[in-house]
């Protein structure tokens, strides 16, 4: 922030103050903003990982799911659909996805980087036509599951692009993690508008 007075001068006490903010009050909203950016800087994307999703990009996976509160709820739904149930009308009446009651869950076409981490993970681990066998746990709740078609992606991106985007993803990834592990540590209040903002996109 020295940097930024020194460089504004006077016009960044004017600046603070068209946004109704004093120096203490920036000073507090800035620093989740700094640590984030601080664990971005020391993170090293491993290249297997990258590799991975340079090959994930080259599929297109159609998907539906259910997402519900508990593991509990989402194991007994995985039961009911081994025993025959349609996964479709299950989605509908289960799913807390806002836009589950009228699209049955349906995700449409999925590409790399679409989903959050776990989700993605589990679901370029299956084949067409596989139902999750376990809940699949993201920060959203615990989700189920269903592949429907896989297809070569339509318009592929250019490699370097993918890598490039993929070690963005893969670092915010980790830097979300290892704030929030901190936090939790230091038993920061989460909800402070101070820190709200280092947890914007987590997955």
């Given at each position: 922030m020295k940097a930024?007075?020194?460089?504004?001068?006077?016009?960044?006490?004017?600046?603070?103050?068209?946004?109704?903010?004093?120096?203490?009050?920036?000073?507090?909203?800035?620093?989740p903003?700094?640590?984030?950016?601080?664990?971005?800087?020391?993170?090293?994307?491993?290249?297997?990982?990258?590799?991975?999703?340079?090959?994930?990009?080259?599929?297109?996976?159609?998907?539906?799911?259910i997402l519900v509160e508990d593991e509990k709820t989402a194991k007994d739904l995985i039961k009911q659909i081994a025993d025959g149930a349609d996964f479709e009308k299950l989605s509908k009446e289960h799913s807390t996805e806002p836009q589950a009651a009228e699209t049955g869950g349906d995700l449409g076409w999925v590409q790399q980087g679409m989903m959050v981490p776990p989700f993605e993970n589990a679901l370029y681990s299956m084949k067409k036509g596989d139902v999750s066998k376990e809940p699949v746990k993201s920060n959203f709740g615990y989700h189920i599951i269903e592949v429907l078609d896989i297809r070569d992606t339509e318009e592929?991106?250019?490699?370097?692009?993918?890598r490039?985007?993929?070690?963005?993803?893969?670092?915010?990834?980790?830097?979300?993690?290892?704030?929030?592990?901190?936090?939790?540590?230091?038993?920061?209040?989460?909800k402070d508008d101070a820190?709200?903002?280092?947890?914007?996109?987590?997955?």
């Open positions: 930024q007075k020194e460089m504004m001068g006077d016009m960044f006490e004017m600046s603070l103050a068209s946004e109704g903010l004093t120096e203490e009050t920036f000073k507090k909203q800035m620093k903003q700094l640590m984030k950016q601080k664990f971005l800087a020391s993170i090293e994307v491993d290249e297997k990982s990258i590799d991975e999703a340079v090959e994930r990009s080259k599929k297109e996976i159609h998907a539906r799911h592929p991106k250019e490699e370097e692009e993918i490039a985007k993929a070690e963005e993803q893969l670092a915010n990834v980790e830097t979300e993690a290892r704030l929030a592990e901190l936090i939790k540590e230091a038993k920061v209040d989460t820190f709200k903002d280092a947890f914007k996109g987590m997955n």
